[in-house]
């Protein structure tokens, strides 16, 4: 109050500046640890009673990822009605077999058994398998990414039963059972969007018209196919964008948009299996490469079905 009237009648220089410090997280900090630049939470049932709510584990999802300045890891609440809870952040540590293990023991992830959901990455991380363009990247099947003459016909590839160290690009035991692994509907949509974007010829109208819709994204994420949620809804609703495709593109271009309303959205549709079978096969007339994120759409739909 004092610094804020001195402000008011002019008795402070114009360098000065006046900050307030509010005190409402320290009840919530005993419930918080340090450990090697790792923030946790140690008690979470503990967390959620201050919080006002009751704890139910089954009724959360521990979410990981990571940027390029920070790890973290949050649990998401079934269907948004509850704010989702961080329960771990570091800006040192890197997604990393090592640090993903130290994670789930300083969270004590053993007794609670939350769902699991997280990119492609931090799947194969805890799931024990090789990063990387690797021959064997899929962690319910033994799909061979390099047999590429079978991508698009077969749909049927071993499982995997067993987990057995130095085989099947499998390098760790893993962290996570597979049947605790939920993959978000945005990380297979961006994917699909990559591989769309790549196979466009860069001579072409439409590969030219994102060039001039996003000015602001450097032409080798273009070219790369980089783009995010809010991008690509611009592009789903943008009639311009359609009309500079040919018929290839464009039928590719409209199975994708069928498939995001129709399974990767909030609704699943009826016919979502149809909806995927004719996005691969408009994808695969288009010469788009077979994917993992194509992968577990032409195969794995159940990962879709709750």
């Not at 340090?34 to 959360?60: A, T």
Request: hydrophobic letters at 40%; charged letters at 25%.
């Amino acid at each position: 109050m004092l610094a804020s009237r001195l402000e008011q009648w002019n008795l402070l220089a114009d360098d000065a500046r006046v900050s307030a410090y509010r005190k409402r997280s320290l009840e919530l900090q005993q419930h918080f640890s340090m450990d090697k630049d790792l923030c946790f939470c140690h008690d979470i049932k503990g967390l959620c009673d201050d919080l006002g709510f009751e704890y139910v584990p089954s009724q959360w999802r521990l979410f990981i990822d990571a940027s390029l300045y920070s790890l973290k890891a949050v649990l998401l609440h079934i269907g948004n009605v509850l704010p989702s809870i961080p329960i771990a952040h570091s800006v040192t540590l890197r997604e990393t077999y090592d640090n993903m293990t130290f994670i789930l023991d300083r969270i004590n992830y053993k007794e609670h058994q939350w769902l699991v959901c997280a990119d492609l990455k931090v799947v194969a991380i805890l799931s024990g398998l090789q990063c990387g363009y690797t021959k064997f990247m899929c962690f319910l099947c033994k799909w061979d990414s390099r047999m590429k003459s079978e991508h698009y016909t077969r749909t049927q590839w071993p499982p995997r039963d067993t987990v057995e160290l130095g085989s099947y690009n499998v390098i760790h035991d893993p962290l996570v059972q597979k049947e605790n692994v939920i993959l978000p509907p945005l990380h297979i949509k961006l994917g699909i969007m990559k591989q769309f974007v790549k196979a466009l010829q860069q001579d072409k109208p439409a590969f030219q018209y994102l060039k001039t819709k996003f000015p602001k994204i450097s032409d080798a994420k273009i070219k790369e196919g980089i783009f995010v949620g809010p991008q690509i809804r611009e592009l789903i609703f943008d009639a311009n964008f359609d009309a500079t495709m040919d018929d290839r593109e464009l039928a590719a271009w409209n199975a994708f948009k069928k498939v995001c309303s129709g399974l990767l959205g909030k609704h699943k549709a009826e016919n979502y299996i149809a909806l995927v079978d004719n996005l691969i096969k408009s994808y695969h007339h288009l010469g788009c490469n077979m994917s993992l994120k194509l992968h577990f759409l032409h195969s794995h739909l159940f990962i879709f079905s709750g």
